[in-house]
């Protein structure tokens, strides 16, 4: 999305060095580097952050916890408590893992079943909340680090500007690359704010979602094993 903003400010903002687009942009970097750089830096961290966060949430939790707590419930029901536990161990999936807690105790009466997957909800839950928070403070360090450059970069006009000996001509061309310069700093700024914030949204509604279904099959598992294990059973 800053990608975007970005493209649409150089189309709009001409450079009087060399027309707009991204030799705009390039003129402003060459300029003065430094706050664009370190925009540019973060937005590689926010890139790489959401696509790792994003790649887990959906291969670490693709598995349809309904379906796969049926397949369990037949095998406990049966009596098949192992063959259960080697169903759990088909893949290195959350869900997987939580269920197997249970299973692994399911002799040993409902405060050591509930006790063992609590133990492995909470090695589960903290990892899917992982880094998604520091998405909020990327998206302030990149707008303040995109306003700084705006600031500096119109103190730093407006002094060249002043300078005794400069034409009208060289004055407007001066004044028009400063301005530039700003814009671009405060567009890459916001823009890697945006980006931020509609992630972390994405992101943490999922991840609540994940939580949820975790907790869910923490549930059915419990009261599963422990109506399984009451005199009577089934």
Not at 80 to 108: E, F, M, S, W
Not at 218 to 227: C, D, G
């Amino acid at each position: 999305m800053f990608v975007a903003l970005l493209s649409s400010l150089e189309g709009a903002a001409p450079a009087a060095s060399g027309g707009g687009g991204a030799g705009g942009f390039m003129e402003a970097f060459k300029e003065n580097p430094t706050f664009l750089a370190i925009n540019l830096v973060v937005s590689a961290i926010v890139i790489a952050l959401i696509v790792e966060r994003a790649s887990f949430q959906l291969g670490k939790y693709r598995v349809n916890s309904k379906e796969f707590f049926a397949q369990i419930k037949k095998l406990v029901t049966a009596g098949n408590i192992d063959r259960a536990i080697k169903l759990c161990d088909a893949g290195d999936y959350p869900t997987l893992q939580l269920v197997k807690a249970g299973l692994t105790h399911a002799n040993k009466g409902p405060d050591e079943i509930d006790a063992a997957m609590s133990e492995k909800m909470g090695e589960l839950k903290p990892a899917v909340e992982k880094r998604i928070g520091s998405l909020w403070s990327l998206a302030n360090i990149a707008t303040l680090v995109g306003l700084l450059g705006t600031v500096l970069g119109l103190i730093h006009t407006f002094g060249a500007v002043s300078a005794p000996g400069l034409s009208a001509a060289d004055r407007q061309r001066i004044l028009a690359n400063g301005i530039a310069e700003a814009m671009y700093n405060t567009a890459l700024g916001l823009g890697i704010a945006v980006t931020c914030m509609i992630a972390h949204l994405i992101l943490h509604q999922r991840s609540k979602t994940i939580q949820h279904d975790l907790d869910a099959t923490q549930e059915r598992v419990f009261n599963l094993l422990t109506i399984q294990t009451r005199p009577g059973g089934y």
